[in-house]
T-cell receptor, first 113, second 115 residues
Framework: QKEVEQNSGPLSVPEGAIASLNCTYS??????FFWYRQYSGKSPELIMS????GDKEDGRFTAQLNKASQYVSLLIRDSQPSDSATYLC?????????????FGKGTHLIIQP | GAVVSQHPSWVICKSGTSVKIECRSL??????MFWYRQFPKQSLMLMAT?????????EQGVEKDKFLINHASLTLSTLTVTSAHPEDSSFYIC???????????FGPGTRLTVT
């Protein structure tokens, strides 16, 4: 059974600091990796996608992928109170569109003003 | 960007009745849509993959006769919860990915409460 593991937190970070979120996955055949942000009572919102080893940056967000270690991370620079949410790591088997996502349980991030 | 809508956003029904939830891709066509369920304090669990013009594929442990899925067009998938029971109360969320992207975009979700 495919598994995606995340530290549930809460992870508390001061405003303006860097928040670091981590995720490991069990299926070595996984090809596509995603980070979603979910506010309480709302549906997930896509933050980042990453498909190849290395770093991918988008604004204040950087996703890192290491397939050999089966490890994905998300860095949030200059953290803002509005970044407080649950961050879900999701994995898909293939690069194509036919597969659903396997989600981790999420990390609850709190940005302290 | 890719926008997915769901209707209704919330519904309350009595035990034993059926409820239909619609999922629409508003600005793209989706041959495949996905249905997820999220219980309180838990993560999203994939229930089924909805395929336009063919039968849905259900995940292990999901009753296909209870959760009926119809994907009648390239922009619409429906999930019908038949003979609903209180344990079916949950947050149901659909997603779709544009053919030009491997990224899945989620609808706003439907909160179902069965009394």
């Amino acid at each position: 059974q495919k598994e995606v593991e995340q530290n549930s937190g809460p992870l508390s970070v001061p405003e303006g600091a860097i928040a670091s979120l981590n995720c490991t996955y069990s299926d070595r055949g996984s090809q596509s990796f995603f980070w979603y942000r979910q506010y309480s009572g709302k549906s997930p919102e896509l933050i980042m996608s990453i498909y190849s080893n290395g770093d991918k940056e988008d604004g204040r967000f950087t996703a890192q992928l290491n397939k050999a270690s089966q490890y994905v991370s998300l860095l949030i620079r200059d953290s803002q109170p509005s970044d407080s949410a649950t961050y879900l790591c999701a994995v898909k088997d293939s690069g194509g569109g036919a597969d659903g996502l396997t989600f981790g349980k999420g990390t609850h991030l709190i940005i302290q003003p | 960007g890719a926008v997915v809508s769901q209707h209704p956003s919330w519904v309350i029904c009595k035990s034993g009745t059926s409820v239909k939830i619609e999922c629409r891709s508003l600005d793209f066509q989706a041959t495949t849509m996905f249905w997820y369920r999220q219980f309180p304090k838990q993560s999203l669990m994939l229930m089924a993959t909805s395929n336009e013009g063919s039968k849905a594929t259900y995940e292990q442990g999901v009753e296909k006769d209870k959760f009926l899925i119809n994907h009648a067009s390239l922009t619409l998938s429906t999930l019908t919860v038949t003979s609903a029971h209180p344990e079916d109360s949950s947050f149901y969320i659909c997603s779709a990915d544009p053919v030009t992207s491997y990224e899945q975009y989620f609808g706003p979700g439907t909160r179902l409460t069965v009394t």
